[in-house]
T-cell receptor
């Protein structure tokens, strides 16, 4: 069974640019959640996708957007990058409603984004 | 709103037990989780507990839940140097979205 994978591992961008981060969910999982983890902090929820539809959003501006594809992989797009966007971006997949009550989220290794 | 609090740092000697504490505010929390994060890595799920349980044991890990006080703890028996990491408590609300709310993490340092 393949776990959650993310690409790229590291990324350096300059302020104002746009970035796309990618996530492949664990086999059998139809739900993907994205989190932002600033240095020294716990992860903060950005949004969640279930069967290609957004299923909840955290307190992030509209320049953070996402997609989920028919194979349940997902993208996180961030436009007009700001210095404060520098963080570890974590993707988590879960079985969704099909997984019963726990719907436990399993995390990928993350993408470290540095904005200069 | 939802809030999860953890102490920042814990230092123990190898072979001792470690107890990491967490408090949360959302009374509708259904599941509570413990994740481990090693330097430069993602989050590894350690264990979880359903809100109608008081205790869950999984090998060296024991989770205790006091729902009245909204207090969760993770005990690691026979702590090893490989247990050195940051431990995150997270809760999932029973209402609405299935997002996790995390604490700021407790850094566990295990001294040989």
């Amino acid at each position: 069974e393949t776990g959650v994978t993310q690409s790229p591992t590291h990324l350096i961008k300059t302020r104002g640019q746009q970035v796309t981060l990618r996530c492949s969910s664990q086999s059998g999982h139809n739900t993907v959640s994205w989190y932002q983890q600033a240095l020294g902090q716990g992860p903060q929820f950005i949004f969640q996708y279930y069967r290609e539809e957004e299923n909840g959003r955290g307190n992030f501006p509209p320049r953070f957007s996402g997609l989920q594809f028919p194979n349940y992989s997902s993208e996180l797009n961030v436009n007009a990058l700001e210095l404060d966007d520098s963080a570890l971006y974590l993707c988590a997949s879960s079985p969704g409603l099909a997984g019963g009550g726990t719907d436990t989220q399993y995390f990928g290794p993350g993408t470290r984004l540095t904005v200069l | 709103g939802e809030d999860v609090e953890q102490s920042l740092f814990l230092s123990v000697r190898e072979g001792d037990s470690s107890v990491i504490n967490c408090t949360y505010t959302d009374s509708s929390s259904t599941y509570l989780y413990w994740y481990k994060q090693e330097p430069g890595a993602g989050l590894q799920l350690l264990t979880y507990i359903f809100s109608n349980m008081d205790m869950k044991q999984d090998q060296r890990l024991t989770v205790l839940l006091n729902k009245k006080d909204k207090h969760l703890s993770l005990r690691i028996a026979d702590t090893q140097t490989g247990d050195s990491a940051i431990y995150f408590c997270a809760e999932r609300s029973g209402t609405g979205r299935r997002a996790l709310t995390f604490g700021s993490g407790t850094r566990l340092q295990v001294q040989p």
